[in-house]
């Protein structure tokens, strides 16, 4: 199992120099290595109906990939000694880097879907550089030994759990200061719980009235973070536009902005966390709905669906439920408000009547609510959820067998 903790680092004046010019070089290095991407792909990549049938041939060249631009690096360490200074595997790491953004432009991720057209970095959004290895014991007590770096000291406000290795590290410069986040595994942690229940299930709506609701009934009302500091934000922002480009009154003003976004963002990420672990101490099975929150966010109830962070949650949440053996489950999300929970029989409802009145059955109770029983019940029927009900009851007739075996 894999997981991320993320500390605050408290650097020296010294320290917190070296970070920023050790970020200013490897953005640099970054541009270099994917302008020397894009120089082969554009003299190579053209339709096949506009190419002329007298055209130059440009010079044989190796194609760029992972390992030539990799054997770049020390003839780079000689040209420019400073890159010398800076830890070889994070230099590697940039590569990769690279690697990994150019082909989820021209092949795509896992899922095939291609991103757009990778963008040259400018030193204020390149703020990352990570460690691919660390060694045992790397971490004593508050203070961390980076490599070629030196010992930076960290709050350590949770303990790593005991059998947890760090694998890697990476260094992050945000608007409050620096962050360290060490990613742990641990190869001894069960894929299913071992006293798992498949009947303590439940189906939860999310949605922009209530931030979830249960298919019990129980609801848990939307904090609207971001919308509560409107008003804050909004005097900032003013400063900023007030501030003449490229003065320091400016660049203090959009640091200000910057933290007092960060605040926003913290305060959703908190809550978060505390809803995914409050339904996880309460059901072993959660049923969600597999919602297009992209296609959501373009619609005029974007700022709201933004606010609420439905995307993040649903993420914490199957990532906390797999972290201690338990289950998710997406289902099809169509017409789970129109449907009725007790008969099937579809009821239209336009998106303001928040009230479900079934004329076949005259089941009568709040649409979310609805809502989120159907979502229960189509997970019922899930093959998954199947499985693991069949693998409790053989668990359950082996122990049973395994009793009597001992009592005769």
């Known amino acids: ?34 302008a020397d991407r894009f120089n082969l792909y554009e003299q190579n990549c053209c339709p096949i109906n506009a190419c002329p049938l007298v055209c130059h041939l440009p010079e044989l060249r190796d194609n760029p990939d992972y390992y030539s631009q990799n054997k770049t690096l020390p003839n780079l360490k000689k040209t420019h000694p400073w890159y010398g200074e800076i830890y070889s595997q994070v230099l590697q790491d940039i590569v990769k880097r690279v690697k990994v953004t150019f082909d989820r432009f021209l092949k795509g991720d896992s899922n ?36 070629m770096f030196g010992r930076v000291k960290v709050i350590v406000h949770r303990p790593i759990p005991d059998g947890f290795k760090i694998k890697t590290a990476s260094v992050t410069k945000k608007a409050d ?49 971001y919308r509560k500091s409107q008003k804050c934000l909004r005097v900032i922002q003013k400063r900023v536009s007030r501030r003449k480009k490229g003065s320091n009154r400016r660049l203090k003003a959009v640091k200000l902005l910057g933290r007092q976004h960060k605040k926003v963002a913290d305060k959703r ?11 996880l101490k309460k059901y ?36 906390k439920a797999e972290n201690v053996g338990l289950l998710v489950i997406p289902v099809k999300a169509s017409s789970t408000s129109q449907d ?12 303001h009547e928040r009230w479900h009145d079934c004329p076949n059955c005259g089941c009568s109770l709040d649409r979310d609510h609805n809502a989120a029983i159907n979502i229960k019940n189509r997970a019922v029927g899930h093959s998954v959820l199947k499985a693991k009900s069949l693998l409790s009851d053989s668990r359950i007739v082996l122990e049973a067998y395994t009793y009597c075996e001992a009592e005769v």
């Open 269 to 279: 990420k908190d809550f978060h966390f505390k809803t995914a672990n409050n339904l």
């Open 284 to 319: 072993d099975v959660i049923a969600v709905e597999d919602l297009n929150v992209k296609g959501l966010a373009r619609t005029r109830l974007a700022k709201s669906i933004l606010d609420a962070g439905w995307s993040s949650f649903l993420s914490i949440l199957t990532n």
């Open 340 to 351: 009725c929970s007790i008969c099937g029989v579809k009821v239209p409802k336009k998106l």
């Open 112 to 147: 095939e879907k291609c991103s757009g057209r990778p963008r040259f970095k400018s030193r204020d959004r390149y703020r990352t550089f990570t460690y691919p290895q660390m060694k045992d014991g790397c971490l004593q007590g508050n203070v961390i030994n980076l490599p």
């Open 1 to 34: 199992m894999r997981t991320a903790y993320q500390y605050k680092l408290r650097p020296t004046k010294q320290q917190a120099q070296e970070i920023d010019r050790w970020l200013s070089m490897l953005c640099a290095q970054y541009n270099y290595l994917l």
């Open 177 to 225: 200061g620096y962050y360290l986040t060490l990613s742990l595994e641990d190869a001894t942690v069960t894929a299913i719980k071992p006293d798992f229940k498949p009947d303590s299930i439940t189906g939860i709506d999310v949605g922009l009235k209530e931030f979830l609701t249960t298919s019990e009934g129980e609801a848990v009302a939307i904090p609207q973070h």
